[in-house]
């Protein structure tokens, strides 16, 4: 279960915020002045924190930067500012990603989620294991029985998604929204083209999947073969 710090003024977007990641099973604190946010990060430790940059008592960046000399925690900017100086001023102050309103909740989870993968507690990338297949996000390498797989980056971050939610049953919109950081439906066939390319790498087909299993109608589980009847 992933604490997550909401800084936000904004009672709305505060409130849609705490309710749609509350849903999604992670537990939510608020802050809604710059002051706060440093108490709470402070008071309750969180895997991660939603920082927004217009906020009524200290900007955002300058929060970010007191944030960074004390703790590398993820922090995913979430503001209205939508321009390249702004964004890039975040990013070289410490941020972990770049959220420009109006947004989906759902497209921030997935964000909280790729960000989280990618950073464990301790400040190193994790690895995952199903089966005889290896993935290490911090080299960006993938290996199946010890044979290393020839992934594009698409492919790669689609492998590591599922991978981190083994079991789980994953939608094509919720691919579209943490690999190709796409908020909104349309893209299934792009979805749906990466998958035929993994399923071939992975010497696997739709119709005989080992790893990949299609949920018809819902979205896609990557499963442990030895688990799987029949396997």
Do not use: C, N
Not at 36 to 51: E, Y
Request: proline share 4%; no cysteine; net charge negative.
């Amino acid at each position: 279960m992933t604490s997550i710090l909401v800084v936000e003024d904004d009672p709305g977007i505060r409130r849609a915020l705490t309710r749609g990641l509350t849903e999604r099973g992670h537990v939510v604190t608020t802050a809604v002045t710059g002051m706060d946010a440093l108490q709470a990060m402070v008071s309750d430790a969180p895997d991660a924190v939603l920082l927004d940059l217009g906020l009524p008592d200290v900007d955002g960046l300058q929060v970010l930067t007191m944030v960074r000399a004390v703790s590398s925690v993820p922090v995913l900017v979430v503001t209205a500012r939508d321009d390249d100086e702004v964004t890039v001023r975040a990013l070289d102050a410490g941020a972990d990603d770049y959220i420009v309103k109006p947004f989906g909740v759902e497209q921030v989870a997935a964000r909280v989620r790729a960000v989280l993968r990618r950073v464990g507690g301790d400040g190193t990338a994790s690895a995952v294991r199903v089966g005889a297949l290896a993935i290490d996000p911090r080299t960006r390498e993938a290996r199946l029985e010890d044979r290393p797989l020839d992934l594009s980056r698409k492919e790669f971050d689609l492998l590591l998604v599922l991978a981190s939610r083994q079991g789980e049953v994953v939608s094509k919109r919720e691919l579209l929204a943490e690999v190709w950081q796409q908020a909104y439906g349309g893209g299934d066939r792009t979805v749906d083209v990466h998958l035929s390319w993994l399923r071939r790498k992975l010497g696997e087909t739709a119709a005989s999947p080992r790893y990949l299993v299609t949920v018809r109608g819902v979205g896609v589980r990557l499963v442990d073969p030895a688990d799987t009847p029949g396997a």
